[in-house]
T-cell receptor
Framework: DQQVKQNSPSLSVQEGRISILNCDYT??????FLWYKKYPAEGPTFLISISSIKDKNEDGRFTVFLNKSAKHLSLHIVPSQPGDSAVYFC?????????????FGGGTRLMVKP | ETGVTQSPTHLIKTRGQQVTLRCSSQ?????VSWYQQALGQGPQFIFQ???????GRGNFPPRFSGLQFPNYSSELNVNALELDDSALYLC?????????????FGPGTRLTVL
């Protein structure tokens, strides 16, 4: 039972354009959501997060949108750069889980073409 | 500031053997979580340690066990290895149990079970 899903395994975008990565969740107890980026041979690194009391959080080129009623969040990268090419994971957390356990989606591989 | 480190980087074992993976948490972090990432999937939570005690566990059998030491470093032990245990094992540390969200990941240990 996948509680966090990323339905697009890959996404290809031209440099300078917008990248939109999507994530859906089923557990209504999740109240904190995060995006991680992963390069090959490295561990995931934190990118941006959003609390369930907000619907948008922005950090430079990265914006995360949360639609609680639809149990959907998205990550927007504008403008996309070749260095953004990586696997992106969305993750969710909530106090019904053990401590601050993260539940991850399956990841979306983003390729930004020069 | 030293980040999260893991050893070894790669490991090859045969079915039925036992393995110990090690993790040094980031300075000042007292919580360590372990994740299993199978090929093409997102990380799956194994368990978490907070101040040397297990604080939560995911859907993994008892042959997966762990320890946390007074310096907050940690070990993951897997007994009676199975072929499906082949995966990247990630360790993540965070500064506190309370406070949801960002965890700092190590580069992982790639375990291959033959």
């Amino acid at each position: 039972d996948q509680q966090v899903k990323q339905n697009s395994p890959s996404l290809s975008v031209q440099e300078g354009r917008i990248s939109i990565l999507n994530c859906d969740y089923t557990n209504s107890m999740f109240d904190y959501f995060l995006w991680y980026k992963k390069y090959p041979a490295e561990g995931p690194t934190f990118l941006i997060s959003i609390s369930s009391i907000k619907d948008k959080n922005e950090d430079g080129r990265f914006t995360v949108f949360l639609n609680k009623s639809a149990k959907h969040l998205s990550l927007h990268i504008v403008p996309s750069q070749p260095g953004d090419s990586a696997v992106y994971f969305c993750a969710a957390s909530g106090w019904d889980n053990a401590g601050n356990m993260l539940t991850f989606g399956g990841g979306t591989r983003l390729m930004v073409k020069p | 500031e030293t980040g999260v480190t893991q050893s070894p980087t790669h490991l090859i074992k045969t079915r039925g053997q036992q393995v110990t993976l090690r993790c040094s948490s980031q300075s000042g972090h007292n919580t360590v979580s372990w994740y299993q990432q199978a090929l093409g999937q997102g990380p799956q939570f194994i368990f978490q340690y907070y101040r040397e005690e297990e604080n939560g566990r995911g859907n993994f059998p008892p042959r997966f066990s762990g320890l946390q030491f007074p310096n907050y470093s940690s070990e993951l032990n897997v007994n009676a290895l199975e072929l499906d245990d082949s995966a990247l094992y990630l360790c993540a540390s965070s500064p506190a149990l309370a406070g949801l969200g960002e965890q700092f990941f190590g580069p992982g240990t790639r375990l291959t079970v033959l």
